[in-house]
């Protein structure tokens, strides 16, 4: 079966311009987690999803960032005005349901560079 | 709060060496624990996971890794490189009543022939 897609794979913006990045997750998964991973380091958590709402979005860095699941399958996350510190590989991840012991699939992640 | 310590940034070994990846955590409650593997320009991939029950879990390509509360560490081996398992592995955790996965910030393994 079809895993954890991203789009675009790559893209590079203009600091202060706004981006969008999409996920879609294994079919009936509920929960939905992204990610943030600078180079050289391992992933960040951001924000993760139960359905369609925001279960936590503690690790979202500043109110630049924004995620949204409008129907409980896709995914886009949004960051406005970027910023060069912006750059990285954003993850998206889902499991069958929240739990904790439940298995994480990964998506291969949208490389961002904010010029 | 939980944390995640891997020891070595980078580890290299010859083809049919023993692979020893070490992996410390701090957490508050009891721990679930995962490694993940990571190929060039793929996803992140779970090799192997510990929620319950027996310390020493085995995973794919040959991998197993040891839960030791007292230590508080999750060390993954393998008993005999091979080429193929050149990647970066990263050591996460979560808490048992948690959803959020705390990230080690991974070794680079390398394999010589």
């Known amino acids: 079966g079809a895993g954890v897609s ?4 790559n893209k590079v913006t203009e600091k202060g311009k706004y981006v969008e990045l999409r996920c879609d997750p294994i079919s009936g998964h509920t929960a939905l987690y992204w990610y943030r991973q600078s180079l050289g380091q391992g992933p960040e958590f951001l924000i993760y999803f139960q359905g369609t709402g925001a279960a936590d979005d503690s ?15 896709v995914s886009t996350l949004k960051i406005q005005r970027t910023e060069r510190g912006d750059s990285a590989v ?3 991840a889902s499991s069958l349901q929240l739990a904790g012991q439940e298995t994480q699939y990964f998506g291969p992640g949208t490389r961002l560079l904010v010029l | 709060a939980q944390s995640v310590t891997q020891l070595g940034s980078h580890v290299s070994v010859s ?10 955590y701090s957490s508050s409650v009891p721990p679930y624990l995962f490694w993940y593997v990571q190929y060039p320009n793929q996803g992140l991939q779970l090799l192997l996971k510990y929620t319950t029950g027996a310390t020493l879990v085995k995973g794919i390509n040959g991998f197993e890794a040891e839960f030791k509360k007292s ?5 993954l081996t393998k008993p005999s490189a091979h080429m193929s398992d050149a990647a970066e592995y990263f050591c996460a955790v979560r808490n048992t009543g948690g959803f959020k996965t705390i990230f080690g910030a991974g070794t680079r393994l390398f394999v010589k022939a």
């Not at chain 1, 690790?59 to 409980?72: H, K």
């Open chain 1, 59 to 73: 690790g979202l860095p500043n109110d630049r960032f924004f995620a949204v699941r409008p129907e409980g399958s």
């Open chain 2, 71 to 75: 230590e508080t560490s999750f060390h």
């Open chain 1, 90 to 92: 954003y993850l998206c």
């Open chain 2, 15 to 24: 083809e049919g060496a023993l692979v020893l990846l070490r992996c410390n």
């Open chain 1, 6 to 9: 991203q789009t675009p794979s």
